[in-house]
């Protein structure tokens, strides 16, 4: 038997002491000390937060806040779309959008949630991107633009009894939609929540002041439907809604387009858009829009039962041949009740269907590109 | 005779045959088992060769042979069923058995106490 990690000198969210008495097995996350897993175990968290609704702890994630002189929060969006291909002139007060940050190569940076709140935006990013961020938007942004930390806990309460759940405590949140954002009251607490998540679930992602977030935590917890939710099953979650994890799906070697995150990338800032290009790597990403990208991001689904991981190289024939790809990310899928992975493959290679072999522990198991998401999503549109 | 090595397996001696199995306390560490992996029947394993694999959720291991040996016969239950490991890793979890080459080897092996002693 291999090792099993332990932790070292780390950060711990408002949510630890929570965390420890829920008997949650602690794991070091991105500097933070953070929950892989309740008592329940992976599989059945997951199982549990499609079925009915997850608590998460996502206080490691970023949350910065970014405002304009004078309140004129059309310098911000402007400011912002410079380091973002996105729509956010157009972003409407009370919604928000999925977006990434590009270089110059047209490489991801880091993803990321914009909500406009009217008087301010505020950005949701990866715990492990967070202060290379900041220091990005510090760089590049006008020096009138605001840019502040938000120092609140961060929860996600996922899964088709969430709302019903939430409910209970603040019955105006069934009114939202996919989304949107609204300041709700919670336990007295005024709280920024949008109706998100990164489970493929409908759900909630809730900024709670930092000295409310183990109340709030424990009252959630206390409703019937709702159990503690760790780590380990939000990343299964998140691979079999197909959605990207920075660091291992995108990064800053993999374009939008090859990541076939496209959809993010609205017509204004195409070729012939009114507020065309404009943002870090324009240039490549505008081109490979037009002459498409030599691979492509696609699923795939191994055949038998050997879970297939980040890093896993993929080839077309069962023996032999050039490396045609490789997963980066990977394991069991609970709900599909099977190994599910994603990576890049040669365009060509990239239809559903298209048999493939990966190569693990030395022998070349087949694999077939499937449809992302593996499981389908269940948002409130 | 109960066995243990410091990489949380079991292996039950007797006479010239050792079953192996993972501890309960590697499989609670490992968390629910998805995928394991059993040598080929027949297979000769040199003390600390990779044996077998087991995947959980999270991760992959590797299984060492505790001693070596031919491999007489495999447990073909927890490749269907790898959450036996997690329910009965002391008892139908059990990974595969082994015709001991050299039976002196199990000297080199824990006792209960001295395993209890490593994971407490």
């Known amino acids: 038997m291999a090792d099993v990690a332990g932790t070292g000198d780390l950060l711990r969210t408002p949510l630890y002491d929570f965390h420890v008495a829920n008997g949650a097995r602690m794991v070091a996350f991105a500097s933070y000390e953070m929950p892989v ?34 309140g004129h929060l059309d310098e911000a969006k402007r400011a912002l779309e410079a380091v973002i291909p996105i729509d956010i002139l157009g972003l409407p007060e009370g919604r928000q959008r999925y977006g990434f940050f590009t270089n110059d190569t047209g490489g991801i940076l880091d993803d990321l949630m914009i909500a406009n709140l009217g008087d301010r935006l505020v950005l949701i990013v990866n715990a492990a991107r967070k202060s290379a961020d900041e220091a990005h938007l510090r760089q590049h942004l006008p020096g009138g633009i605001g840019i ?17 759940a939430l409910a209970r405590l603040a019955p105006e ?13 919670i336990l007295g607490h005024d709280c ?61 070697t993999t374009t939008p387009v090859e990541a076939r995150l496209t959809w993010a990338i609205p017509k204004v800032r195409r070729a012939g858009g009114a507020r065309a290009a404009g943002f870090p790597g324009a240039d ?13 991001r696609v699923g795939l689904r191994p055949e038998g039962r050997a879970p297939v991981r980040g890093g896993v190289q993929v ?23 099977s190994p599910v992975a994603m ?18 522990r030395g022998k070349r198991l087949a694999l077939d590109v499937a449809q992302l998401p593996f499981v389908p999503s269940g948002y409130k549109r | 005779m109960l066995k243990f090595t410091k990489d949380h397996e079991w292996v039950k001696i007797d006479g ?37 694999v087991v995947e959980s959720v999270k991760a992959a291991s590797d299984v060492y042979a505790p001693l070596s040996g031919t491999v007489s016969e495999v447990n073909e239950a927890v490749v269907d069923d790898p959450s036996i490991v997690n329910s009965d890793a002391a008892g139908a979890g059990w990974f595969f058995k082994l015709e001991l080459k050299d039976v002196a080897e199990t000297d080199g092996l824990l006792d209960e106490a001295a395993y209890q002693q490593l994971i407490a």
């Open chain 1, 315 to 337: 080839y077309a024939r069962e023996a032999g041949g050039e490396v045609i790809g490789h997963a980066t990310s990977g394991g069991f899928g609970p709900s599909v009740g």
């Open chain 1, 148 to 164: 502040e930390r938000i120092d609140s806990a961060l929860i996600a309460l996922q899964g088709p009894k969430a709302a019903g």
């Open chain 1, 284 to 296: 490549i990403i505008m081109r490979q829009l037009h002459e498409g990208v030599s691979r492509l």
């Open chain 1, 173 to 185: 949140c069934e009114s939202m939609r996919f989304m949107d954002v609204k300041t709700l009251k």
């Open chain 1, 192 to 252: 920024l929540a949008s109706r998100s998540g990164y489970t493929g679930e409908d759900g909630f992602e809730i900024s709670v002041p930092e000295e409310a977030a183990e109340a709030i935590a424990r009252t959630l917890l206390g409703l019937a439907e709702v159990e503690a939710i760790g780590l380990g099953a939000r990343d299964s979650l998140r691979l079999e809604a197909g959605l990207c994890l920075h660091g291992s799906d995108i990064d800053e």
């Open chain 2, 16 to 52: 010239d045959t050792a079953t192996v199995g993972i501890t309960a306390h590697a499989a609670e560490l490992l968390g629910d088992l998805v995928f394991v992996e059993l040598p080929g029947v027949g297979k000769t394993l040199s003390k600390g060769d990779n044996a077998a």
């Open chain 1, 343 to 360: 990576g890049y493959v040669e365009t060509s290679l990239s239809e559903p269907g298209t048999r493939l072999f990966a190569e693990l």
């Open chain 1, 37 to 70: 897993q309740y008592p329940l175990g992976i599989l059945k968290e997951h199982l549990h937060t499609r079925s009915s609704a997850g608590l998460f702890d996502i206080s490691h994630m970023g949350q910065l806040s970014i405002t304009a002189p004078g």
